[in-house]
């Protein structure tokens, strides 16, 4: 198993440019996130999914947009991106609550800055 | 809503040296709990979880004891070793929550 895996490692965008982030996994999990660690606070939740078709957002979604057309994948959206999204993103996916251990699995994560 | 206190660092010690890294929580009802270990240039990897009151989570030397009535969980280790040199995060999973809240994380450097 490649477990979750994530492209670009690195990016730099200019102001206003749009990407997207890809995420991948297979391991037949649900539940798949984004999170975006910034110095000093840790990681917070931008988007998640609980299952193809089915996506929320969690606690700093602004800027971002996510689908889920498959198990497999979640990328994540910038539409247009500005300074203050230069950050590490990271993926991460589980099995549903009550099925398996409640681990997460991480991706190695992007490292994004924007000019 | 849920949140998770941690130690700030950094916190410098010498290899064999004792580490405490204090954690604690807010949370409605029972929740998991977890210590994450991020090593240079990685991701998040599990190290640890406990998930009822007074269960010890336990791995690579490392500890945490689910501690409901003081809210805590807080990791040691014995000795620790240049290798340990991460940032740990601690975190949980509220009964009523589908994902993780975390701590802030707190950067620890071994010496030799």
């Known amino acids: 198993n490649a477990g979750v895996t994530q492209t670009p490692k690195f990016q730099v965008l200019k102001t206003g440019q749009s990407m997207t982030l890809q995420c991948a996994q297979d391991?037949?999990?649900?539940?798949m996130s984004w999170y975006r660690q910034d110095p000093g606070m840790g990681l917070r939740l931008i988007h998640y999914?609980?299952?193809?078709?089915?996506?929320d957002q969690g606690e700093v979604p602004n800027g971002y947009n996510v689908s889920r057309s498959t198990t497999e994948d979640f990328p994540l959206r910038l539409l247009s991106a500005a300074p203050s999204q230069t950050s590490v993103y990271f993926c991460?996916?589980?099995?549903?609550?009550?099925?398996?251990?409640?681990?997460?699995?991480f991706g190695p994560g992007t490292r994004l800055t924007v000019l | 809503g849920d949140s998770v206190t941690q130690m700030e660092g950094p916190v410098t010690l010498s290899e064999e040296a004792f580490l405490t890294i204090n954690c604690t929580y807010t949370?409605?009802?029972?929740?998991?709990l977890f210590w994450y270990v991020q090593y240079p240039g990685e991701g998040l990897q599990l190290l640890l979880k406990?998930?009822?009151?007074?269960d010890k989570g336990s791995n690579k030397g490392f500890e945490a004891t689910y501690r409901k009535e003081t809210t805590s969980f807080h990791l040691e280790k014995g000795s620790v070793q240049v290798s340990d040199s991460a940032v740990y995060f601690c975190?949980?999973?509220?009964?009523?929550?589908?994902?993780?809240?975390f701590g802030s994380g707190t950067q620890l450097t071994v010496l030799p």
């Open positions: 991460a996916s589980s099995f549903r609550p009550g099925q398996g251990n409640n681990e997460q699995f």
């Open positions: 391991m037949n999990h649900e539940y």
């Open positions: 999914s609980v299952g193809a078709g089915i996506t």
């Open positions: 949370a409605t009802g029972y929740p998991s």
């Open positions: 406990a998930t009822k009151a007074d």
């Open positions: 975190a949980l999973l509220s009964g009523s929550a589908r994902q993780l809240t």
